[in-house]
């Protein structure tokens, strides 16, 4: 279970954009909608990006609502 501190800090980021890099380089930004008991995240007004190598972002593609799961989560940032 998460600690009380992390569930606070986790509230706290409700409402505001995130950045969540996935396992197979796509990453999403999007407004930190919910989240649930599997820790999956719930973004709105997302664009996806994928990310061809070092140099070389693709252009976004708006996704709108998107769940995320966990399992592939590699980092989430908050701006």
């Keep these: 279970a998460m600690s009380a501190s992390g569930l606070d800090q986790l509230k706290s980021l409700l409402g505001l954009p995130l950045r969540i890099c996935i396992a197979d380089s796509r990453v999403f930004l999007g407004t930190f909608a919910s989240t649930d008991r599997e820790k999956n995240i719930v973004l709105t007004n997302t664009e996806e990006y994928r990310i061809e190598n070092d ?8 996704v709108g609502m998107v769940m995320v799961p966990w399992k592939y989560i590699v980092k989430i940032e908050s701006q």
């Design 55 to 62: 140099l070389s972002i693709s252009r976004g593609r708006f």
